[in-house]
């Protein structure tokens, strides 16, 4: 691990990025194999990886913003409550937009489906880049000396952005293999939604390293982004086939994250 910590920070961001891509792309290879996934495994693994999001949202971002909204002399929730908003408005503001624009969009007869495939495609992408940057946001923190960012806290935080995007990947690629798509063409479109995450990553490392006094505002974005997309996507879908495994699976990542950026942290 003393490897990895010595590395870049933007190294470090590229390598927790990739490792998230290769996750969706991973997810979206499903399609080579089957067409149809155990809907109760993917939600509980949703529900697994919307407890490790929010508690990472909580212990590997908001707690630092607040720290560090002290240490710079700021009010101590000012910058971080802002933040917070901001990032979930983004996320609520990014989906309505693009479902206005899909409905702009004239389709001929029968290409509902399609349409709801585009929409996924496209919300999965936009949801992916605050995830990246969040990934950004926690290494160049660590470089740039934020109190209580760890960096067990930040690979975690990767890793549990990777597991949500084993299904998502899926979530792309198996409904555009519904609509004719080859396996060839419902894999790459599942894959590269998720390529903008190491972009960026490196745009939050960068930005972190360059004008510490907005981290505040950053860490908390990315929190509030993470939370929107766990409260939005990742819960509602969990619920569906189950929802005893899908809380048990929440509890279980958010006991597990809390532990080990608590207790390894």
């Known amino acids: 691990m003393s490897w990895f910590g010595n590395l870049n920070p ?7 990025t990739t490792f998230t891509w290769g996750v969706t ?46 240490q710079l002399g700021y009010i101590g929730w000012l910058f971080p409550s802002i933040g917070f908003v901001v990032g979930g408005l983004f996320v609520l503001f990014s989906d309505c937009f693009l479902d206005k624009v899909l409905k702009t969009i004239k389709i001929k007869k029968n290409t509902d ?17 605050p995830e990246g940057m969040s990934i950004g946001v926690a290494f160049g923190g660590i470089a740039n000396g934020v109190p209580s960012m760890t960096l067990v806290g930040a690979i975690m935080l990767a890793i549990g952005i990777g597991i949500q995007n084993f299904p998502e990947g899926a979530a792309v690629s198996l409904p555009l293999r519904k609509e004719g798509f080859s396996r060839f063409k419902s894999f790459m479109f ?10 960026s990553a490196v745009i939050g490392v960068i930005l972190v390293l360059s004008i510490r006094s ?27 086939e189950n929802k005893n495994l899908a809380t048990l699976g929440l509890i279980f990542g958010f006991v597990l994250m809390m532990a080990l950026d608590v207790a390894l942290g």
């Open 25 to 70: 792309a991973l997810g979206s290879l499903i399609v080579c194999f089957f067409k149809y996934t155990n809907k109760k495994v993917l939600n509980t693994i949703l529900g697994f990886s919307g407890g490790v999001m929010i508690a990472a949202s909580f212990w590997s971002l908001l707690a630092p913003s607040i720290d560090l909204s002290n």
């Open 113 to 129: 489906s399609l349409k709801r495939s585009i929409l996924l495609i496209s919300a999965i992408t936009i949801h992916n880049i």
């Open 214 to 240: 907005i981290l505040p505002f950053l860490l908390a974005f990315a929190a509030g982004a993470m939370i929107a997309v766990a409260a939005r996507e990742l819960l509602p879908e969990s619920v569906k």
């Open 10 to 16: 933007i190294i470090q961001a590229l390598i927790a």
């Open 190 to 199: 599942g894959q590269g939604s998720a390529l903008v995450e190491p972009i």
